[in-house]
């Protein structure tokens, strides 16, 4: 019998685990650091390129991941109906 709990334990936790990872995955805090992480990593990658306002042309691509991640819940659903 105490191998039956033992086994179920470790199955709540690894559900719980799951739970807690899917939630990351769809989180706004996540978008939000991978946006400032986007921006900070292509300025400074226009900064030592020396590209004319790189300030604010690093809004560019930042913006497109931000679009991207806005449309990924969308296409996942057709691909989910899709596979069905």
Do not use: C, H
């Not at 790189?54 to 931000?66: D, H, K, M």
């Amino acid at each position: 019998m105490k191998d039956v709990e033992k086994r179920f334990n470790a199955l709540e936790q690894r559900n719980k685990r799951v739970e807690l990872d899917k939630e990351w995955e769809t989180s706004w805090i996540r978008k939000l650091i991978i946006l400032v992480l986007t921006y900070i990593v292509v300025l400074l990658f226009f900064l030592v390129a020396q590209l004319p306002k790189p300030f604010l042309n690093s809004l560019v691509p930042t913006a497109g991941f931000f679009l991207s991640t806005l449309t990924l819940p969308f296409f996942k659903k057709i691909w989910i109906k899709a596979r069905k």
